[in-house]
């Protein structure tokens, strides 16, 4: 019988455990806005951004979307590579995604400026917490 009990508890402590870690004991869900967008340049200035997720009919989110207006702080032309990432709020990685910019016209006192959007539409969409854009310039 002392034995019996022994087993038992072992295992239901075994279970508990088990269900602590992987975060199915006493999680709790909670709604919250998604607008963190990090940005990285040497040359280039970000005016605007935003992050967008967007919904289907049943509420469950598809679409992570980053709209970002930026600007040429150089008195020349420049082409940018810009890289995304996009991370959950565990700041892992979900998915990097490039964009191009050719030719961003420079100056006359940051008049000249471009938006774009970059689209990350996968079945993680939903984890996207905040975005990180690094951009790298090449003068032309």
Do not use: W
């Amino acid at each position: 019988m002392r034995k019996d009990a022994f087993a038992l508890s072992a295992v239901l402590l075994m279970v508990l455990g088990g269900m602590a870690l992987c975060g199915c004991l006493g999680t709790k869900v909670e709604e919250k806005e998604y607008e963190e967008v990090v940005f990285k340049s040497d040359i280039v200035k970000l005016r605007e951004s935003s992050l967008d997720l967007e919904k289907n009919k049943f509420g469950h989110i598809t679409t992570a979307k980053v709209n970002c207006e930026v600007e040429n702080t150089v008195s020349r032309m420049i082409n940018v590579d810009i890289t995304c990432k996009f991370y959950d709020r565990n700041n892992r990685l979900i998915e990097e995604k490039p964009y191009k910019i050719f030719g961003l016209r420079g100056k006359p006192e940051f008049g000249y400026s471009t938006t774009f959007t970059i689209t990350y539409d996968d079945i993680n969409a939903s984890r996207v917490d905040h975005v990180r854009l690094e951009a790298i310039e090449q003068l032309i």
